[in-house]
Nanobody, 129 residues
């Protein structure tokens, strides 16, 4: 059974940092493109960052470029999102997602595709003083 479990969210002051984790089970992340989406109340779901398992590159939304870093540890079957210099507008529920094998080399230059196969339950990030 495929499962993605996010953790690491919480309440942080503006300018602070969080590291979100997403532990995968039931399959190996090694050959799959991965990503993080977020959704704030009243707003559309936004692809924050995604990283190809092949030649598709890495994408960051303009709103987080230079502040967030996506990474993976294949040995731990875990995806991370390091979020620095957090702003109140980063407040949202963050979800990790994985894509089917066909997306392994999908060019991510235009953003994270919405056709992901699996997603987790989400972790709340609140940035407030």
């Amino acid at each position: 059974q495929v499962q993605l479990v996010e953790s690491g969210g919480g309440l942080v002051q503006p300018g602070g940092s969080l590291r979100l984790s997403c532990a995968a089970s039931g399959f190996s992340l090694h050959d799959h493109t991965i990503g993080w989406f977020r959704q704030a109340p009243g707003k559309e779901r936004e692809g924050v960052s995604c990283s190809s398992s092949g030649s598709g590159g890495t994408y960051y939304a303009d709103s987080v470029k230079g502040r967030f870093t996506i990474s993976r540890d294949n040995a731990k079957n875990t995806v991370y999102l390091q979020a620095n210099s957090l702003k109140p507008e980063d407040t949202a529920v963050y979800y990790c997602v994985t894509y089917g094998i066909l997306y392994s080399n999908y060019p991510l230059v235009r953003g994270c595709p919405y056709e992901y196969d699996y997603w987790g339950q989400g972790t709340q990030v609140t940035v407030s003083s």
